[in-house]
């Protein structure tokens, strides 16, 4: 996805208010949540089903239904309604270890971020539709077609997880779960963006010898994975690390072992 991954002391300061605002930025996300698994299937080639999902997956649908926005994370849009609208494809598929995750790796000649994985994902643009319903859904399979040059027919969406909020770069991104019914190729669209396109089993994602926490100079602390030759951070690893623990999957593991982060990422 397209964003700035880690916040600072002063984003921190920035997202703890937005919050403190009350339940009802909170329930208002969830609502917007609702709303778009509830409506997904009124429009044309966009559907919101559990039908036909392996039973693997069970546990991740039932988060998405019953999971509230602070149980993600601390970090909640805005109640005023600010915030860059965006959404992410956390797409779970069955490779020869099982089941798995697919991320994409930035560019190593980026600015900002370079060589961080992450979810397919990116802006919402005015075609995808309203932002409180459909508009995630679409973008986030248009997204995911961009860059990794997945067939998004393939995909059944089966859940929408509270909208989140990313406080050092003004993103709001609903994470869009989806279920690789029918694989396609993927890889690398355009290499002055993504480096790599790759899939994680989520095997390796629960082993305990895999997981780290990151520490950022600014003083941010996260849950982060050593997976693939790659070192998944921010964002992206927070709500890895969510679903992890809500579908009952997570292991015990050492969150005293560190990896430092310079001021680059």
């Known amino acids: 996805m397209k964003t700035h991954e880690h916040s600072t002391d002063a984003d921190t300061a920035a997202a703890e208010n937005a919050a403190a605002q009350g339940r ?47 149980q993600l994370s601390r970090f909640l849009p805005p109640a005023s309604g600010a915030g860059r609208q965006s959404a992410v494809l956390v797409l779970f598929g069955e490779g020869a270890r099982g089941p798995e995750l697919l991320l994409m790796e930035r560019a190593g000649s980026l600015r900002s971020h370079p060589g961080q994985p992450s979810f397919p994902g990116g802006s919402l643009d005015p075609a995808d539709g309203d932002q409180a319903t459909t508009g995630p859904l679409r973008a986030a ?22 909208r989140l909020y990313i406080p050092v770069s003004g993103f709001v991104v609903t994470p869009v779960l989806g ?24 095997a390796d994602l629960t082993d305990p010898a895999n997981r780290v926490t990151t520490r950022h100079p600014s003083g941010h602390r996260g849950p982060a994975f050593l997976v693939e030759s790659a070192l998944v951070w921010g964002f992206t690893a927070g709500v890895i690390d969510r679903i992890l ?18 001021w680059r990422a």
Do not use: C, Y
Not at 28 to 52: F, K, L
Not at 141 to 162: C, H, K, S, Y
Not at 248 to 262: C, F, S, Y
């Open 245 to 262: 623990h809500f579908a009952g999957w997570e292991r015990p593991w050492d969150k005293a072992k560190q990896v430092p982060l310079d």
């Open 179 to 202: 279920w690789w019914r029918s694989p396609s190729p993927v890889g690398v669209v355009d290499p002055a963006e993504t480096a790599r396109v790759f899939t994680v089993p989520v």
């Open 24 to 70: 009802s930025g909170a329930a208002a996300a969830r609502d917007d949540r609702d709303a778009a698994a509830d409506t997904a299937g009124d429009a044309a080639a966009i559907d919101v089903t559990t039908e036909g999902l392996p039973s693997w997956l069970e546990p991740v649908a039932r988060a998405a239904r019953t999971v509230e926005p602070q």
């Open 141 to 162: 399979l248009r997204e995911a077609e961009e860059e990794t040059g997945l067939d998004p027919r393939g995909v059944q969406i089966f859940g929408v997880l509270p």
